[in-house]
């Protein structure tokens, strides 16, 4: 009686040990697109500026910060 009680807890504990994973997972993949976003947008912004160029909009600078926003 014992065996059969004990193997619902077993199955539980596996599927919030799988789904804790694949939250995880998500999480991760999360910051990495929030961290290239930063990264293109601070790219767009500092190195026009770098250049001495105060019109951030030129030279392809317009789809670094369409690409960022996507």
Aim: aromatic share 8%; with cysteine; net charge positive.
């Amino acid at each position: 009686m014992n065996e059969g009680s004990a193997q619902p807890g077993l199955w539980v504990n596996k599927w919030k040990h799988r789904a804790t994973c694949f939250n995880e997972g998500r999480k991760l993949a999360a910051t990495l697109f929030n961290s290239s976003a930063i990264a293109t947008i601070g790219i767009a912004v500092i190195t026009p500026l770098a250049q001495r160029h105060l019109d951030l909009l030129s030279d392809g600078g317009w789809t670094l910060l369409i690409a960022a926003i996507v």
